[in-house]
């Protein structure tokens, strides 16, 4: 189950980490996802029905895509069967990303068949590495492997209640953005406490904060005032801090969970504070995280 | 026709007593807002009131705490607790405390109509 969700989530993530793809075409390609919605071809070769190699030779055909099932099927390169299950197969990120980069050309199918083969075999992984990678850059990090492993284990928490709670796939960047200086940042903060010490915060530029409400409030009728944004991004950390405790709590942890706090216009500072900065679809913002409780 | 049960919200989350008002009235029930732990207990003492909806993790007085003092007062009024902080230490606490049920954030609409349900039953009994 886990592992399946890594393959659905992360390959973005992966492709970044090993320098695939650069930041830029990796937000470009996570903001048009809607235009790419993966093809039979796409299907086939990701749940290995066909190899590049086929999937090639179909398309070099020059008929139209649509026929692509029909003529993979006459040349016995995959069942009636198969084809009905790769139509009725829900897409998803990954698979929508994979088509992104084919219609984008900035890669083809052999090249992707190996990056996913690859990803496959290192899923698990990649939070584990986009983390310690950020961690690297900073030297008081050097030594703490125990808080890389604790600081990883909640991003990939806090990663997968994005994709859950607003529908996006979010990556870690390895430097941050630096905000624009033009708009009020907001960073909101809550703590865990007891046998795991974990401070979290969402800090963001307003029309970020903005978007990320309304994404995860889930509500197109009502006003986004002030008071609305703030509540609904502190009520996904939230959430999302509750899923984590009682992911800790399973592991026999005995964590609470502190309200939570919001600045405006601040430079957080904490105790081995490590900054994350995430691209989602919505725009960019940065996850602080640290022992204690960050200062403000 | 059964009668439209009371019920106050307790959540510091604007948005959370929105969504959750929109699903109680959806429901049938009449619903009423608190935004923290005290003025749950304020309400309590004062008001008419079938349930009372309660998260944990609140500024002022937390729901725990609001718990507490909300049995003393008023035992016989059914407490729900609705809280992220789902861990077994948070759930055995409400429920040794009194509480009649605990639904873990994100709630589905489905588990607070089966909560409601449970509490009009516990009512009919106790009648």
């Given at each position: 189950?886990?592992?399946?969700?890594?393959?659905?989530?992360?390959?973005a993530?992966?492709?970044?980490?090993?320098?695939?793809?650069?930041?830029?075409?990796?937000?470009c390609?996570?903001?048009?996802?809607?235009?790419?919605?993966s093809?039979?071809?796409?299907?086939?070769?990701?749940?290995?029905?066909?190899p590049?190699?086929?999937?090639?030779?179909?398309?070099?055909?020059?008929?139209?895509?649509?026929?692509?099932?029909?003529?993979?099927?006459?040349?016995?390169?995959?069942?009636?069967?198969?084809?009905?299950?790769?139509?009725?197969?829900?897409?998803?990120?990954?698979?929508?990303?994979?088509?992104g980069?084919?219609?984008?050309?900035?890669?083809?199918?052999?090249t992707?068949?190996?990056?996913?083969?690859?990803y496959?075999?290192?899923?698990?992984?990649?939070?584990?590495?986009?983390v310690?990678?950020?961690?690297?850059?900073?030297?008081?990090?050097?030594?703490?492997?125990?808080?890389?492993?604790?600081?990883?284990?909640?991003?990939?928490?806090?990663?997968r209640?994005?994709?859950?709670?607003?529908?996006?796939?979010?990556?870690?960047?390895?430097?941050?953005?630096?905000?624009?200086?033009?708009?009020?940042?907001?960073?909101?903060?809550?703590?865990?406490?007891g046998?795991?010490?974990?401070?979290?915060?969402?800090?963001?530029?307003?029309?970020?904060?903005?978007?990320?409400?309304?994404?995860?409030?889930?509500?197109?009728?009502?006003?986004?005032?002030?008071?609305?944004?703030?509540?609904?991004?502190?009520?996904?950390?939230?959430?999302?801090?509750?899923?984590?405790?009682?992911?800790?709590?399973?592991?026999?942890?005995?964590?609470?969970?502190?309200?939570?706090?919001?600045?405006?216009?601040?430079?957080?500072?904490?105790?081995?504070?490590?900054?994350?900065?995430?691209?989602?679809?919505?725009?960019?913002?940065?996850?602080?995280?640290?022992?204690?409780?960050i200062?403000? | 026709?059964?009668?439209?049960?009371?019920?106050l919200?307790?959540?510091?989350?604007?948005?959370?007593?929105?969504k959750?008002?929109g699903?109680?009235?959806?429901?049938?029930?009449?619903?009423?807002?608190?935004?923290?732990?005290?003025?749950?207990?304020?309400?309590?003492?004062?008001?008419?009131?079938?349930v009372?909806?309660?998260d944990i993790?609140?500024?002022?007085?937390?729901?725990?705490?609001?718990?507490?003092?909300?049995?003393?007062?008023?035992?016989?009024?059914?407490?729900?607790?609705?809280?992220?902080?789902?861990?077994?230490?948070?759930?055995?606490?409400?429920?040794q405390?009194?509480?009649?049920?605990?639904?873990?954030?994100?709630?589905?609409?489905?588990?607070?109509?089966?909560?409601?349900?449970?509490?009009?039953?516990?009512?009919s009994?106790?009648?």
């Open positions: 189950m886990l592992r399946q969700y890594f393959l659905r989530q992360y390959f993530q992966a492709l970044l980490n090993k320098g695939v793809l650069s930041r830029e075409q990796v937000v390609l996570l903001a048009s996802k809607d235009k790419h919605r093809t039979i071809a796409m299907r086939a070769l990701s749940q290995k029905v066909m590049a190699v086929q999937v090639e030779e179909i398309l070099k055909r020059e008929e139209a895509p649509e026929k692509f099932g029909a003529l993979a099927v006459a040349a016995g390169y995959m069942t009636q069967s198969q084809l009905r299950s790769l139509e009725e197969m829900e897409s998803n990120t990954n698979l929508d990303f994979s088509q980069m084919i219609d984008e050309k900035i890669v083809d199918y052999h992707l068949e190996s990056l996913l083969l690859e496959e075999n290192n899923a698990t992984t990649i939070i584990d590495n986009a310690q990678q950020i961690a690297a850059q900073i030297e008081s990090f050097k030594e703490l492997e125990d808080e890389c492993a604790l600081y990883s284990g909640y991003v990939d928490a806090f990663l209640a994005m994709a859950q709670f607003m529908r996006t796939s979010p990556v870690i960047n390895f430097s941050a953005e630096p905000f624009s200086g033009e708009k009020s940042v907001i960073l909101i903060s809550q703590r865990l406490t046998d795991v010490s974990l401070a979290a915060g969402i800090m963001a530029e307003e029309d970020v904060f903005r978007r990320m409400a309304q994404r995860y409030s889930q509500e197109p009728d009502i006003e986004y005032t002030e008071e609305i944004v703030i509540d609904s991004v502190a009520e996904f950390l939230n959430v999302t801090n509750g899923l984590y405790l009682i992911n800790l709590s399973n592991r026999h942890y005995t964590v609470d969970l502190a309200p939570h706090r919001v600045a405006y216009n601040i430079i957080p500072s904490a105790n081995k504070q490590l900054v994350i900065p995430i691209n989602a679809d919505f725009g960019s913002f940065q996850l602080i995280l640290a022992a204690d409780e200062a403000f | 026709m059964e009668q439209k049960l009371r019920i919200i307790t959540d510091d989350s604007s948005l959370l007593r929105r959750l008002r699903d109680l009235e959806q429901l049938g029930c009449e619903v009423s807002e608190a935004k923290n732990g005290k003025e749950a207990i304020m309400e309590a003492l004062t008001a008419p009131l079938d009372i909806i309660l993790v609140m500024p002022e007085v937390d729901g725990v705490e609001a718990l507490r003092a909300i049995r003393q007062a008023r035992p016989d009024l059914p407490v729900l607790m609705l809280s992220s902080a789902g861990s077994s230490k948070h759930i055995i606490e409400s429920l405390l009194g509480a009649i049920d605990f639904i873990q954030k994100p709630y589905g609409t489905e588990q607070l109509k089966q909560a409601l349900s449970r509490i009009r039953k516990r009512g009994e106790n009648a």
